[in-house]
């Protein structure tokens, strides 16, 4: 009987773990069965089951099927997965074992025209030298694998239990000497913590109590209790619960390893920024007596503290009911603006550089980050142009606060709302302006002036907090600056930063507040979130503020949107209900090309405030969450006549489909047959009698294939 090489894709682990082993068998065969088989088994007769373990691994550990292999997966396969979970007693062990899976994969390339086996296969002929290596680099291990690898270093035969029983006791006996913590440092008492919940689970498996969150516990004393209890139990046991532990060390490890970029804008990425975080948000800083009478007796007007609703509000005349033209990928200000708008400002910045850009001029650069923190401003495309535009129930929101309350919303729009991203910074790490101005305002305040000599020493703000914050902090009243004239051919040029009483005042109640909330806010992640979490730590000192601004809402557009979507200079015009969802829209433009839906995919679009937002397939798991395809209606899109988004469809090939959005038509829908897909239960979907789709309504050029077919390489 044939191989079928797609017999595991698609099920659950429960339905495919009892056919795994009979699918490794004739995997096997097949291989052994076939020319490169043979050719290679006459090379190599003896054979070393590596395929049978590549398999089983990929699959237990990594979730990976041979047919639908990348070769991302297979690295990490050979390079995370082999070395921590298959312990080897000789290095001769890994003999052959290159040659075998090249052999191997160079059988599938040929045999099934995997898309990605060929660049596997090259993969691993270049790791030849490297695999033996990592699989005895206890940098790669466990802790059970290194366990018993110290084991087999210090001569122990550990696999027998009476070698394994032996080779712990020792272990055990030489802990002390092998301790790297100076004496008496583990006797001093520290308060207790709140303890990670695998390690709770083991002390209760053990029968151990943890002393009460907030009680003095003593660490050498409850680390020799632990070694005592598990030196009672028999050595199997014991190894089973050490990889028990280490197992959940390996769900936290697989969980980086398989998210998407999309996770470091969800739950993953805010744990990151909490732990990088909490080491400077760790106790509050009082205001003294005399900050908070400068708090209390400070009245907020159009021109103070510092220039910010001066300049603000000139920004917004500038944009004017008209908009501006921005550019297409970044969607920063037309370069032929800047300097206008630079010399409208409360403090132009002198830059001596040809063709400057937005971000060469700070202050324009921050007071944008504003205008779309807040959602005031709006980028739609006019014909092929985008423009930037004010948004006219926002702008009519602002028009009703005070002064007070306008200085309040774009601080916390600043600190709380706004993020790197915003300007084009894609890489830029989960903090916020918020972390990073309070967590650098420390280093800024300690001089009464900062001085900056050269561009070398000015350079230290570029990245963090970023120029941009630095003209912000000045715009806020919080620091005065002192500008220089710029070199030849060279952009802004400061002089000295000297941090004002405001600033430090109200970096203080920031900073308490940030820790108050446990560095966590409402609005930080959601947009749609209303403003005024700023508003009860303010408030006490500033009763005027009463109103908030409203936060842009985007109606759900029902009707037929029509989408032209590009893959190279080919091209389909594509009709769908506002009704339908994403991967409905997925599924039309699939059938437009011809390709098979037997991937993964997902939908990336700009948010109104200029974020990225990821739509994963549902086929994702690693934050329920987030919205999948099969949830968010094509009618929610935030994204304006003309707007785009893009469509990739395979992570391993990597299909990527530029959507643009031409026109809706509020009167038509599209009442095409369904199209062949699977679906939710029904109970779970829209009550329609028919579910709307859509169709192709023009086509350009004929389609790639999904998988061509090449000539064999080898």
Known sequence: MAFDIRRLDGLDYDDAEPLLEDYIIEAVEAFANSATGKAHIERFPEGGDW??????????????TLSKMTKANAQEVMEYILPRKLTLLDPSDTDGAIDELVAFWRFLAKTYRLRSAHAIAAYLQSIADKFPQWMFDPARGGMAKNFM????????????????????AEYNRNLPAQSSTPAGMLDIPIPMDTPPADMKAVFDQLGLELPEVGQPVNLKALAEQFLGVLEQLDPAEAEQLIASME???DDLDDASIEAPPSAAAGGQSTDLRTLLLQDSFNQDIPLTEAEQALLRDTTISETGPGTILQDFQTTLDFIGADGVPVSGKLQHLSLKLLGELNGQLSHPIAIDLKRPQQKSYPNIHGLYLLLRATGITEVVAKGKQLRLRLHPDVYASWQQ??????YFTLLEAWFLRSHPEMLGEERSGPFTMGDRCLKVWPTLHQKTNQTFPDYGRQDILAYWPGFYNIALMEMFGFVELTHGKPDPGKGWRLKKLMPCNWGNALMKLLFNAHMAVGLQWPSAMDATQPFGDLQPILQPYFPDWQQNLAVPSYPFRPGRHIFKVSLGNIWRRIGISGEATLADLSQVILNSVGFDRDHLDQFTYKSPTGRTVEVMHPGFTYDE????????????????????????????????????????????DSEAPPASRKTKP???????????????????GEAPEQYPVYEDEW
């Open 51 to 64: 395929i049978g373990t590549f398999i089983e691994m990929a699959y237990l550990y990594g979730g990976f």
């Open 149 to 168: 690898m110290q084991g087999l270093q210090a001569g122990y035969d550990m696999t027998t239990q009476e070698g394994l029983e032996t080779f712990q």
């Open 247 to 249: 197992d959940d060390l």
């Open 401 to 406: 606060l005070t002064p007070a309350e306008r």
């Open 625 to 668: 969450g987030l919205p999948t395809t099969v949830e968010v209606l094509i009618g929610s899109l935030p994204l304006s006549e003309g707007g785009t988004m893009e469509y990739l469809f395979d992570f391993g090939d990597c299909w990527r489909f530029q959507v643009q959005l031409e026109a809706i038509d509020p009167e038509a």
């Open 682 to 700: 029904a109970k779970k979907r829209r009550a329609k009698k028919q579910r709307p789709v859509g169709e192709v309504l023009a086509a350009h």
